[in-house]
Structure formats: C-alpha cells, structure tokens
C-alpha cells in the first residue's frame, strides 16, 4: 500500500492498517467489506444491491468500565505521575521567575533601568530572559514528554482500544 510520500505501510513513518486512528470509512469509501467486489457487481452498469445491516458487537464491559480500570491501573498512574512531576515544579518555577521579574519592575524601577550596555538595560535582559525561558521550557516539555511517557501513554491507548473493540462508540 503505498502512500503519498512513497512510504509503504511496512517502513517507518508509514500508516499502520491496525492502527486505532486510521479512518475505516475513509480507506473503503463507505463500502462495506468489499461487497460489491463480492458480488460481481462492477462494471455490470446496474447500482448495486444495498449493503448488509451491520451486526451490533456484544460487547461484554461497558466502556466507562473499561476507563475506569485504565484510569486506575500502575501503568497510567505512572504516566500522571511522571507528567506532574514535570509540569507542577516547572509551572511553579516559570510562575515565580515572571512575578520576581512584575515585582522588580515595580518594586525596583532603579534596578531595571540600570543600563548593562548601550541602551540595553537589566528590565530589556530581563523581558528577553522571559522569552528565551518560555521556549526553553517548551523545548523541555517536548522532551519530557518523548522521552518519559509518550512509549507509556501509546501503550495504554492501544490497550484501551483493543479493550473497547477498537473505533466502536
């Protein structure tokens, strides 16, 4: 099956067919499982017949059962701890830099009007020290995220999905 990048579905970066975000519908346009093809209705120039009635799936767990036990199991308490012990100490600490730089800028007009070179001057530094944190704490989330849950969180969703029969609401 190839794609549009010339990638198959077997390379990397290729769309995997089992995959549980991989559009059903869209892959065989409305048909259902090839019955037209079955029936040797192509090309004969009449409409085809209309397609089966789905068959309702038992499903023998409710799916807010099965998010509940996914939300209490070690795998995806790990994923939420590891995520708050990154988020929490890193929002407090953005948090605390951007009021001591409000608070220096009011508190301490002297200070930040001090020049360091030219006209740059400490509340300049200061102002572009908030921007270069910001995208250092993005890059750090991105990161983290890859790193330490992203592997975690996919397994868990592919857990959840063959729990749940895949794309069934």
Do not use: C
């Not at 799916?63 to 996914?70: R, T």
């Not at 600490?93 to 800028?105: C, D, E, P």
């Not at 270069?132 to 993005?138: G, K």
């Amino acid at each position: 099956m190839n794609k549009q990048d010339g990638r198959s579905a077997g390379e990397p970066g290729g769309v995997r067919l089992d995959d549980p975000w991989y559009d059903d519908l869209a892959s065989g346009w409305g048909e259902a499982d090839g019955a037209a093809e079955a029936a040797g209705e192509w090309g004969t120039g009449q409409p085809p017949g209309p397609a089966p009635a789905p068959v309702p799936e038992q499903r023998p767990v409710a799916h807010d059962e099965i998010y509940l036990a996914v939300q209490r199991s070690a795998a995806f308490q790990e994923v939420r701890r590891r995520y708050r012990h990154f988020v929490l100490p890193g929002t407090a600490v953005f948090l605390a830099w951007y009021l001591a730089y409000v608070i220096a800028a009011t508190a301490a007009p002297g200070l930040m009007a001090h020049r360091v070179a030219g006209a740059l001057n400490v509340a300049m530094l200061a102002g572009l020290g908030q921007f270069a944190t910001t995208f250092l704490l993005t890059w750090a989330y991105a990161r983290h995220a890859r790193l330490r849950r992203d592997r975690a969180a996919l397994d868990i969703r592919w857990e959840t999905q063959e729990l749940t029969g895949g794309n069934v609401r």
